[in-house]
């Protein structure tokens, strides 16, 4: 267990208040340490009287949590009065099961904000641990440079030397070049470790060991309940399939119907095979997803929904001479004229999966599919409103067994789309202005991959590149310079430059516009000249041009206009410019040495004739 703040041996306490007596003006709540037991959640929800009735003879049965105690730096801001308590038993158990090493790593990602916007990622945080490294003696750039050459010998250097190295401006070229940071803590860094989401934010994500709310988990479930439990083992199940049977993933290519279909089959009670399927991949009653459909035939009654023991088809299966097969195809013969009937009966109205979009809407209680319908067409199709987005743009409707997303009709009367203003720079051409759609997939589309930014100006704007623009090899764009005009880093490949919201990227203002074409617009190329890397100016791409140049460097002048050269020039400037900024060598002792002896052995004697003679002295 590490060693939390406060010398505490626990990471921290929830006040838990009844939310009925504390409307009625009475404080009614105890403080619970975390990690804790079911055991002990139920005694405490019985103390403060959950459960109980009110004057009216109604139960209390809402609570909320007033306070916390944390003794784990920067966890206090992000947890709030209603945060579920398995989750919050969750992250205090991932807590005290962590080595003390582990904790700092846990504490170093916490405090450079990384993937600890909510309780959720937090959990996961916990599980991704590898992702970082923390050099506890290392807190500044000096500390960093001289950790890297002295003690990794990240460059070799002699021994009379190394007083002459800027320790702080190596230090500060590897943090930038590996997105370290500096902590309390000391220097984290990056691994390049995948981080994967292990838990989802759903309540059946959360693995039965860590639940402390299971008292209240044995009342009966709903329908809205029961759907959102099945598409969460869906959901599962599904990805489980695609990464351990690739038969699975070739016969069901479209995730999303393969999801229906598992749900269909757990909400129908059809779930004997996908139980035989979960053994042939080696699973068993202790694993996760066969435990989670245990506990859902348990919860949902599913002896209910089978016609015939699964036993007696089985026997049926073995021993057809001994079983009753004429008996139960007459019955699923007649259930199917039955069901055909019904829907020659029905009216034709459209189908909330004919009108998906590829969108999906995330609320509380789960995710959903946006369907392109009006409510009217949704209340026509057996669907009901089941609860409204936070931001009240969707409404998410259901029929007890399948639930989409669809704008509200306020939201649909003022979604009038929207485009984002950017500055599209391409490698050898002039800047250029863009309406792009706002989002992620656009900003993709528009560097060619996965994005990274930027922010090396005061304004409020930002880069966008490739992120792996330079190791994949796309062309060098443009140079980013210093405050002294110094380059510090290159572009690679087509970037843009965005405005910045409070929250996210927003359209440039026409200043900015104007800013930012002017100082991206002329087209650069590079070359390394003695370990420095030189930007040249080059003309905006011309494809006449650059076909006339190709040959006239080749074969000289071909259209009566003296331009070859070009070349030539170039390499001209390139080498002025590098004489210009490279520090003169000054020559070694011995070099000087050689030199003065050199000049003396060259030097003519002195003519003798030409000496003074002694003056002569009277005898």
């Known amino acids: 267990m590490p060693h939390y703040d406060y010398d505490k041996d626990y990471p921290f306490a929830a006040f838990i208040t009844n939310l009925g007596k504390y409307n009625e003006g009475d404080l009614v709540g105890e403080w619970v340490k975390f990690p804790t037991t079911p055991e002990e959640m139920q005694k405490v929800f019985e103390r403060i009287g959950i459960g109980q009735k009110d004057d009216f003879g109604q139960p209390y049965e809402e609570w909320f949590i007033t306070d916390y105690d944390c003794y784990v730096d920067g966890l206090y801001d992000k947890l709030g009065e209603y945060e579920s308590l398995d989750e919050l038993n969750y992250l205090a158990s991932k807590l005290d099961e962590m080595s003390q090493g582990e904790y700092e790593q846990f504490q170093a990602a916490m405090e450079i904000g990384d993937h600890s916007g909510s309780l959720q990622e937090i959990i996961n945080l916990t599980e991704n641990l590898d992702c970082y490294d923390i050099y506890p003696d290392i807190h500044d750039h000096d500390d960093l440079g001289r950790y890297y050459i002295e003690e990794l010998d990240a460059m070799q250097v002699p021994e009379h030397l190394r007083n002459y190295i800027d320790y702080e401006a190596y230090g500060r070229d590897v943090a930038l070049e590996e997105g370290g940071e500096f902590t309390n803590l000391g220097y984290v860094r990056d691994t390049g470790s995948s981080f994967h989401e292990y838990y989802d934010g759903e309540h059946g994500s959360i693995p039965e060991e860590y639940r402390v709310m299971t008292f209240q988990d044995a009342k009966e479930l709903t329908e809205e309940e029961k759907s959102e439990w099945a598409m969460d083992i869906a959901y599962d199940m599904d990805e489980f399939f695609r990464q351990h049977d690739p038969q699975y993933a070739a016969e069901h290519p479209e995730e999303h119907a393969a999801k229906e279909e598992i749900y269909e089959n757990l909400m129908a009670g059809r779930i004997s095979a996908l139980d035989e399927k979960l053994a042939a991949l080696g699973q068993t009653q202790e694993d996760y997803l066969p435990s989670e459909i245990e506990k859902f035939k348990d919860a949902t009654g599913y002896e209910e ?71 009217e067409q949704m209340e026509a199709a057996g669907y009901g409103l089941h609860h409204q987005s936070d931001d009240g743009k969707y409404l998410i409707m259901g029929n007890g067994s399948r639930s989409f997303a669809i704008r509200s009709e306020e939201a649909q009367e003022h979604a009038a789309p929207e485009k984002m203003t950017v500055l599209v720079v391409e490698p050898m051409k002039e800047p250029y202005v863009k309406e792009i759609d706002p989002g992620l997939h656009s900003l993709q589309a528009e560097v060619g991959g996965d994005i990274a930014t930027a922010y090396p100006f005061s304004d409020p704007v930002g880069l966008v590149c490739n992120d792996e623009g330079k190791l994949i090899g796309l062309e060098l764009n443009r140079g980013l310079r210093d ?106 002792i011995r070099e000087r040495l050689a030199e003065a002896k050199r000049e003396c052995g060259e030097r003519k004697p002195p003519d003798k004739t030409q000496q003074k003679k002694p003056p002569e002295h009277d005898l």
């Open 483 to 588: 405050e002294h005009g110094e380059i510090y880093d290159v572009m690679a490949g087509t970037f843009l430059v965005v405005g910045l919201g409070e929250e996210s990227f927003t359209s440039l203002t026409p200043e900015q516009v104007q800013k930012y074409t002017e100082h991206f617009k002329q087209p650069e190329q590079f070359i390394s000249l003695n370990g420095q890397i030189i930007a040249l100016p080059v003309e905006p791409e011309n494809p006449l041009r650059t076909a006339e140049m190709t040959l006239e460097d080749d074969y000289g002048m071909i259209d009566g206009v003296l331009n070859n050269g070009r070349k030539g020039e170039e390499l001209e400037k390139a080498q002025g410019e590098a004489r210009r900024t490279t520090p003169e060598k000054k020559p070694s």
């Open 305 to 375: 929904f089978l016609d015939f023991d699964p036993a007696v088809i089985r026997e049926a299966i073995q021993n057809p001479d001994k079983s009753h097969v004429d008996e139960m195809l007459a019955f699923a013969e007649q259930a199917g004229r039955e069901y055909e009937a019904e829907l020659a009966g029905q009216a034709t109205v459209p189908s909330p999966d004919d009108r998906e979009t590829s969108e999906t809407v995330r609320t509380p209680r789960g995710t959903f599919y946006v369907t392109d319908m009006s409510r």
